[in-house]
């Protein structure tokens, strides 16, 4: 894999999904706690309380509606692989950087969930399809890994990044 393939890999990484279950398990704890708290509260509170829990719930489910439309996104650079939280085309955050020779294997997880330890040029000699890659890189001393989601845009760069592929 040479870094000018990396230039022209640009994709969407996955839906926070599990920050969709953060918002609505927080709305839930939020709601349980806002009924009991208003029967205490003085009768004037409670003419304007309905209205009070429909703004409250309009602004929740726009919350949710912005977290659901923020993703990441990744983009490869002549430099470095870069994850960037996005929020539809506007980026708002870099998450990660990563830099050329910190990245031990890039490719295709495997049925076990993990992957061999590799160098990002070396020859894969059969491309598998994968739900989900790995990029694995080191930070110091430490190894880490980021899953991400594939994507028909990505086999194609991965397809024409990887030897022994099908012609």
């Not at 990002?120 to 880490?144: M, Q, T």
């Not at 890994?145 to 194609?156: D, G, Y």
Request: with cysteine; net charge positive; aromatic share 12%.
């Amino acid at each position: 894999m040479s870094d000018q393939n990396f230039k022209i890999l640009e994709e969407q990484v996955f839906m926070p999904t599990t920050h969709l279950i953060n918002w609505t398990v927080i709305l839930l704890i939020g709601v349980n706690l806002a009924i009991p708290l208003s029967n205490r509260l003085p009768d004037s509170y409670h003419l304007l309380g309905g209205m009070g829990f429909f703004i409250f719930g309009i602004v929740a489910f726009l919350l949710i509606i912005r977290e659901m439309a923020s993703y990441f996104q990744y983009i490869v650079l002549e430099e470095c692989f870069q994850v960037d939280k996005c929020w539809g085309k506007r980026r708002r955050a870099t998450i990660i950087q990563v830099k050329f020779e910190d990245i031990i294997y890039y490719g295709p997880i495997h049925e076990t969930g993990e992957s061999p330890v590799r160098h990002p040029r070396r020859l894969v000699r059969k491309w598998k399809k994968a739900s989900h890659y790995a990029l694995d890189y080191r930070v110091g001393e430490s190894k880490k890994r980021l899953i991400l989601q594939n994507s028909p845009r990505l086999e194609r760069v991965m397809a024409r990044m990887l030897p022994g592929r099908a012609k």
